[in-house]
C-alpha cells in the first residue's frame, strides 16, 4: 500500500498567516513518498478558537485540497485560531494541523488614533504602558502613511523593514500584525518584581511614498494623499480568562526629531548621530522636556485599512567589497561583487577628539570613465541629489545603514575628508522574502548562469511589488510586472505579492477607463493613453495567477475592473484596432534613452487587445458564466477579423519589405522599418492568425533570425514570446540559437560585457543594468526545455511535463512547486545529468 502524506497546510497561500483579515481559503497537499500528488477521496476541516470549534466542515466528499473557504461563522479579531483537516486517502485516514491569526476583522482599533511628528525630521514617538497580567495572546498592530519602524521594550519587531506596504492610500491602506507573546513574556520575566507589567513601545516615522517631499517626475510630491508621515498603532493583549488590555497611539504619546534628519526613496538620507534617542523605546527612558512634545493626532488616510498579504521586505545576503580604490584623499570607490537592491551598512569606530565629521556615501551601478559611481539624475526625474546618503558621525563608534530608503548599487564611493582612512562598508541585499520554489539546470553554463542572473534580477526588484530598476525608477509599471508574472511564479512563491499588486493596478482606474501605466498610483499628470499593451496587466496577471496557483478569488473579485476596462478599450478602438503609446519597447534598434521601436504600435496593441478578450472569455468559464464567454469569444473574433484585414498580407500579394534582399513580412505596418520581428511573434503568441498564415508567419520569422545570423531584433513585449513561438512552429534549434548567442543584441552580450544581472537595454548604453522585463528566456527555460507548463488552472493534479532538448543540449532538469506538490522534469541524451545536483 503506497504511504500518504498531507502536509503543507496553508491559509491564504501562507503559512501559519497573522493577521487574516479576509474569508480564509485553506489548502493542503496530499502526497506519496516521492512527493507525487495523491488524489484523496475526502476531507474534513475543523477550526477552533481556544477550546471552541467554531466551524466543523462535516466530511466533504471529492478530491478538493485547495481554494476551501471557511464556512463558518465571523472569526473573532487578533486570535490564533487552531484548524486541521482530516484526509481520507487510499482506505486510510490521515490528519494535519496548523495556525493562523485572524487580523483586525472587525474593524476595531479600540480606539487607537493616528499620530505624526513635528518637524521634518523622521519623527520618534513613544509611550510606556503597564500590564495588568501574563498575557496569553498578544498582537502589535500597525498602520502607517508611510514607514514604520516599531521597537517594543528597546528591541526592533519584525517585519518592519519599508514596511507597512505601498498602496493608493485614497483606497487601502496596509497594516502589519505581529505576534508579540513571547516578547512581553520575557520582559516580565526578565524584570521581575513589583514593576514586572513596565513596558515602552516606540516608532520612527519614515516617508516612504506617502510623504515625498521632493520633486519627482511621477508626481508622488502632490499626490492626493500626500501628506506627513503618520502612523495608527494598537497592541492588543489577551489573559487566559479572555480579559483584554490595549495600548493604543493617541495624543498622550510624545514625540520628537530623530537622528534621521531626512529621508527620500531616491534621493537618500541624511542621518546626526547627534539627535540620537538611544533606548527611546525602553520603559524608564528619561526623556528631556525641552525635545520631548505630546504627539501631533492627525488624520489618517482615506483609504479602507487592510492587512498587508504580501510577504514582509527582509535582508538575505551581504557583500564585502572585493577592491577599494583611493581617487583621493578622504575618496574611496568601493567595488562589491555583484548589483544589489539594499543599502550599505556603515562602520566607524571611535577615535578620540573626532569633531562631528560627515561621511557621503554616493551609489552607483556602473562607473564614469573617473572611476566614480554614476550616481546621478541624467534625465531630470528628481529634485535634488540621487541615491546619496549624508551620515554625520562624532567621536563614539557608530555602526549606521538606512532607515527609510533603499539603492540599487555595485559601487559606492565614500567621501569623507575628516577620515584618514576608509571605512568599513558591507552590502546589504534586501527584498520581499518570497521563497523559491522553482529549480532549472541544464548542460549548457551560458542558460545556467541566465536563469540564476535572472533568478537574482527578479528578487532586487521585489520590494513589496514588482519594481522597474531599484535604483532609478522602484515603481510599478504595469506592463513590466505583467512580462515578469509568469517567471515570478515559476521561480518564487509570489501569490500574495502578486494578488496584492493586481489590486493595485485595479485601483488605479478609480472605477472608471484604463488603469494607470504604473500601479500604485498617485496622479502622475503625465498622459500615456491608450496603451492596452501595459493596461493588459489588469487582465493578463490575474488570468496568469489562476493559471499557475488555482487561485479563483482574485478573478471572481477583479472581474468587474477587467470587464469594464476592456469595454473601454474596445469603445476607443475603431473597428477592433487599438493604438498604444508603448510599443514593443526597448527593441534593439531603439534609443535606450526613449525605448520606441520603429515600427507599427498598433500591431502590439490590437495584440494585446485580443489576448485580454481571450483571457476574460476563459476567465468566464472559470466563473461558470456562459453567457459572458460566449460575448468575450465574439469580440475576441471581432478583433481577429479586423487585425488579419489590416495587417495580414496575402500570400500572393506580400507586403513590401525595406531591407534588401529580405524575405517578405506576413504581418506589417505603417511606418515598419524593414521586418518586424516583434510583429510576427505577437501576432502568433497571441492567436491572431489561421493555421496556414501561422505556418507563413513562423516560417518567415525563423528566416529572419537565421538572415541576423541567429539574432533576435525584439523588445520587451515580444522577446517574452519569440523563442517559445520558434519552438512551437517546428523552430527549436533557431530558438536555441538565438539563446546562445553572445554577440550583441542577445542575453549572452550581457554576460560577456560581465553583466551581474540582467539589464533595462540590449545595448551597451542601457540605462539601468538590473531590470528584469527583457529575461523572459526563462519562461522558454522552464515551458519549453523543461516542458513545464500549466494546462489547467493550479497545474492540476496529474499535470505531466514534456521536455524538449535541441541538438547541442545534453541534459536538462528542472521543478516547480504547484499547488498539488513538486512537478520535475528530467530528460537527458545518454546518462543522467553531470551534476547530480542539478535543479
Not at 534617542?277 to 483609504?303: H, I, S
Amino acid at each position: 500500500m503506497v504511504t500518504t502524506t498531507v502536509g503543507g497546510l496553508t491559509v491564504e497561500h501562507t503559512a501559519e498567516p497573522v493577521g487574516v483579515d479576509v474569508v480564509p481559503r485553506f489548502a493542503w497537499l496530499v502526497t506519496d513518498p516521492e512527493g507525487r500528488p495523491v488524489t484523496p477521496d475526502a476531507y474534513r476541516l475543523l477550526v477552533r478558537d481556544g477550546d471552541t470549534t467554531v466551524w466543523d466542515s462535516g466530511r466533504v466528499d471529492g478530491a478538493d485540497t485547495i481554494e476551501v473557504e471557511y464556512a463558518g461563522p465571523p472569526l473573532a479579531p487578533l486570535r490564533r485560531h487552531h484548524w486541521s483537516v482530516r484526509v481520507w486517502a487510499g482506505g486510510r485516514e490521515h490528519t494535519a494541523a496548523s495556525t493562523f491569526v485572524t487580523g483586525v476583522v472587525d474593524g476595531n482599533w479600540h480606539g487607537a488614533r493616528w499620530v505624526a511628528g513635528h518637524d521634518d525630521a523622521a519623527p520618534l514617538l513613544r509611550q510606556e504602558f503597564e500590564l495588568p497580567f501574563d498575557p496569553v495572546e498578544a498582537y502589535l498592530v500597525v498602520a502607517a502613511g508611510g514607514y514604520a519602524r516599531v521597537r517594543l521594550d528597546g528591541e526592533p519587531v519584525e517585519p518592519f523593514t519599508l514596511s507597512p506596504g505601498f498602496t493608493d492610500y485614497d483606497v487601502r491602506v496596509q497594516y502589519v500584525v505581529t505576534d508579540v507573546t513571547e516578547r512581553l513574556r520575557a520582559t516580565r520575566l526578565r524584570a521581575g518584581g513589583p514593576r514586572a507589567g513596565r513596558h515602552a513601545v516606540g516608532m520612527e516615522l519614515g516617508r516612504g511614498f506617502y510623504g515625498m517631499a521632493r520633486r519627482t517626475t511621477w508626481d508622488w510630491h502632490t499626490a492626493p494623499w500626500h501628506g506627513t508621515p503618520r502612523a495608527r498603532l494598537l497592541l492588543l493583549a489577551r489573559d487566559a480568562a479572555g480579559r483584554e488590555h490595549a495600548v493604543v497611539s493617541s495624543g498622550a504619546w510624545r514625540a520628537t526629531g530623530g537622528p534621521t534628519r531626512a529621508d527620500d526613496l531616491y534621493a537618500g538620507e541624511d542621518f546626526d548621530v547627534r539627535f540620537e534617542q538611544e533606548g527611546f523605546a525602553a520603559a524608564g527612558f528619561a526623556e528631556d522636556g525641552e525635545r520631548w512634545r505630546p504627539a501631533r493626532e492627525v488624520p489618517g488616510p482615506r483609504g479602507r485599512l487592510v492587512n498587508q498579504r504580501q510577504p514582509p521586505i527582509g535582508v538575505t545576503a551581504t557583500f564585502a567589497p572585493e577592491s577599494v580604490t583611493e581617487l583621493a584623499p578622504g575618496r574611496w570607490v568601493y567595488a562589491f561583487p555583484r548589483v544589489v537592491a539594499g543599502w550599505v551598512r556603515l562602520e566607524l569606530p571611535a577615535a578620540d577628539g573626532r569633531g562631528p565629521t560627515t561621511v557621503e556615501l554616493r551609489h552607483g551601478e556602473v562607473l564614469h570613465p573617473d572611476g566614480t559611481p554614476r550616481a546621478e539624475d541624467d534625465r531630470g526625474y528628481y529634485d535634488g541629489r540621487f541615491q546619496t546618503h549624508r551620515v554625520t558621525a562624532d567621536e563614539r563608534a557608530l555602526s549606521w545603514q538606512p532607515s527609510f530608503s533603499y539603492q540599487g548599487f555595485q559601487y559606492v564611493e565614500v567621501r569623507a575628508p575628516g577620515l584618514a582612512a576608509p571605512p568599513a562598508l558591507t552590502a546589504v541585499l534586501a527584498h520581499t522574502l518570497v521563497r523559491r520554489t522553482g529549480a532549472f539546470a541544464c548542460s549548457d553554463p551560458l542558460l545556467n548562469r541566465l536563469h540564476e542572473l535572472t533568478v537574482r534580477t527578479l528578487l532586487n526588484n521585489l520590494h513589496g511589488l514588482p519594481t522597474d530598476t531599484p535604483a532609478y525608477e522602484k515603481n510599478g509599471w504595469t506592463g513590466d510586472g505583467m512580462l515578469g508574472t509568469e517567471m515570478f511564479l515559476l521561480n518564487f512563491d509570489a501569490h500574495e505579492l502578486l494578488a496584492k499588486w493586481s489590486q493595485d493596478i485595479a485601483d488605479s482606474r478609480h472605477g472608471a477607463g484604463a488603469p494607470a501605466v504604473i500601479a500604485p498610483f498617485g496622479g502622475w499628470r503625465l498622459d500615456w493613453s491608450p496603451a492596452p499593451t501595459w493596461h493588459a496587466a489588469l487582465v493578463l496577471g490575474p488570468w496568469w495567477l489562476h493559471r499557475y496557483t488555482g487561485d479563483r478569488r482574485i478573478v471572481r473579485e477583479l472581474w468587474p475592473d477587467m470587464t469594464s476596462y476592456v469595454e473601454f478599450e474596445l469603445a476607443r478602438s475603431p473597428g477592433g484596432i487599438a493604438d498604444t503609446t508603448l510599443g514593443d519597447w526597448v527593441s534593439p534598434d531603439s534609443d535606450p534613452a526613449v525605448g520606441v521601436p520603429p515600427e507599427d504600435h498598433r500591431i502590439a496593441a490590437t495584440a494585446f487587445l485580443h489576448a485580454m478578450t481571450l483571457a476574460l472569455a476563459s476567465m468566464a468559464d472559470t466563473l461558470d458564466e456562459p453567457a459572458e464567454a460566449s460575448r468575450w469569444r465574439r469580440e475576441a473574433a471581432r478583433v481577429r477579423r479586423a487585425f488579419r484585414r489590416e495587417f495580414v498580407t496575402d500570400a500572393a500579394h506580400p507586403a513590401p519589405c525595406a531591407a534588401p534582399d529580405a524575405h517578405a513580412p506576413v504581418v506589417a505596418g505603417r511606418g515598419d522599418d524593414g521586418f518586424r520581428q516583434s510583429h510576427h511573434v505577437l501576432a502568433l503568441a497571441l492567436r491572431l492568425l489561421p493555421p496556414a498564415t501561422a505556418r507563413r508567419a513562423a516560417d518567415a520569422l525563423a528566416a529572419d533570425v537565421r538572415a541576423r545570423g541567429g539574432h533576435l531584433a525584439t523588445g520587451a513585449l515580444a522577446t517574452k514570446f519569440l523563442l517559445p513561438v520558434l519552438s512551437e512552429h517546428g523552430h527549436l534549434q533557431t530558438a536555441h540559437a538565438v539563446a546562445t548567442r553572445t554577440a550583441f543584441p542577445s542575453w549572452g552580450y550581457w554576460v560577456e560585457q560581465g553583466a551581474t544581472a540582467l539589464w533595462e537595454h540590449w545595448r551597451l548604453d542601457s540605462r539601468s543594468r538590473d531590470h528584469y522585463f527583457l529575461g523572459t528566456l526563462d519562461d522558454w527555460l522552464f515551458h519549453t526545455l523543461a516542458g513545464l507548463r500549466p494546462t489547467e488552472p493550479g497545474w492540476g493534479r496529474h499535470a505531466r511535463p514534456a521536455p524538449a532538448l535541441p541538438d547541442g543540449l545534453d541534459w536538462v532538469r528542472a521543478s516547480v512547486r504547484t499547488p498539488y506538490g513538486v512537478l520535475r522534469a528530467e530528460a537527458h541524451r545518454s546518462g543522467p545529468p553531470a551534476d547530480p545536483d542539478a535543479g
